[in-house]
C-alpha cells in the first residue's frame, strides 16, 4: 500500500463565486459596492462599528442560502485519494459544508464571533446577526474576521502546511492579498504547482501549471492530471 501524498490547496473567492457569493476585485466584486477600509479594516470597524457590523451579518445572512459547489465537493471526495489540506481565505463555511476536514481559515470565520477585549475568547453564532451591545464577558462581540491592518494569526501554521507539500494547488484567488499571497514561494523545491482560475493571474513564478477554467471544471482536472503523479 502507497502513502497518500499530501495535497496543499490555497482557496480564494472564486472557488466560492459559482455558489453564487460574489468575488472581491473581479467586475462585479463586493470591493466595487463597498469601500474596503470602511467595511473590512480596523480603522474602518474603529470610525464606524454598526456598518461594519451589517456589512457582515448581511454576508451571514447570504451564506445560509448557498450550498458548495462541484469544486469544493471535489476537494472533499479526493481526501481517500490524499491527504488534503485546505488553506482557504475565504471567510465561508462552504469548504466544511462539503466535507473537507483539514481546513485552515486564514482570514477568519463568518459563523464566528470574538470578543474585543479577549482575541482568544471565540464563540459560535451559527448564522445569527451581531449587534452593537452583544457582549461576552461584559466586551462587545465583532466578527472572527482577520481585517486588512491586523495580524494573520494562522499565517506561520499555514506557511508550515506548505512547506510540506507533495502537491500545491492554487485556486480562485487574485493573489493581490500578502501575506497569503506569499504561500506560494513556500512550496518546497521541486513541487509540483497548479493554478486554476479563468482569468489571467499575474504570476512570478514560472513554474506553475496554470489550468484556465472555473473552479468547478477546473478542479476535476486537476486531479485527473494529479491522480497519477
Ligand atoms: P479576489 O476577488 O481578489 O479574486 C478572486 C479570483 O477568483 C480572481 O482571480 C478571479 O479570476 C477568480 N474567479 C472568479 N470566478 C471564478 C470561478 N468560478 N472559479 C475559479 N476562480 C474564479 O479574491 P481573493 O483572492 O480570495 O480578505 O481575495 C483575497 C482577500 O481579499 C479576501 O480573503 C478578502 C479580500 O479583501 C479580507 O476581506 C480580509
Excluded at 485519494?81 to 477568519?108: C, P, Y
Excluded at 471565540?122 to 462587545?140: E, F, H, L, P, R
Excluded at 500545491?168 to 509540483?192: E, M, R
Aim: glycine share 8%; proline share 4%; hydrophobic share 40%.
Amino acid at each position: 500500500m502507497t502513502t497518500r501524498k499530501r495535497l496543499v490547496v490555497l482557496t480564494g473567492a472564486g472557488i466560492s463565486a459559482e455558489s453564487g457569493i460574489r468575488t472581491f476585485r473581479d467586475m462585479g466584486g463586493l470591493w466595487e459596492e463597498y469601500d474596503v477600509m470602511e467595511v473590512a479594516s480596523i480603522d474602518g470597524w474603529k470610525k464606524n462599528p454598526q456598518l461594519v457590523l451589517e456589512f457582515y451579518n448581511q454576508r451571514r445572512r447570504q451564506l445560509l442560502t448557498v450550498e458548495p459547489n462541484a469544486a469544493h465537493k471535489v476537494l472533499a471526495e479526493v481526501q481517500n485519494l490524499f491527504n488534503v489540506f485546505v488553506i482557504t481565505q475565504n471567510v465561508d463555511n462552504l469548504h466544511e459544508r462539503a466535507g473537507s476536514k483539514n481546513i485552515l481559515h486564514l482570514h477568519g470565520e463568518l459563523t464566528k464571533a470574538r470578543s474585543t477585549g479577549n482575541p482568544s475568547r471565540i464563540i459560535d453564532i451559527g448564522y445569527n446577526d451581531i449587534k452593537w451591545g452583544d457582549t461576552v464577558d461584559g466586551y462587545q462581540l465583532r466578527p472572527h474576521i482577520v481585517w486588512f491592518g491586523e495580524e494573520v494569526p494562522m499565517m506561520n501554521e499555514a506557511v508550515k502546511l506548505v512547506q510540506t507539500a507533495e502537491i500545491f494547488a492554487v485556486i480562485g484567488t487574485s493573489l493581490n492579498v500578502y501575506p497569503a499571497a506569499g504561500l506560494l514561494d513556500h512550496a518546497p523545491k521541486g513541487c509540483p504547482i497548479y493554478l486554476v482560475d479563468p482569468n489571467d493571474i499575474n504570476i512570478w513564478r514560472r513554474d506553475v501549471t496554470v489550468i484556465k477554467e472555473k473552479a468547478s471544471v477546473g478542479v476535476p482536472k486537476l486531479i485527473e492530471m494529479i491522480k497519477n503523479e
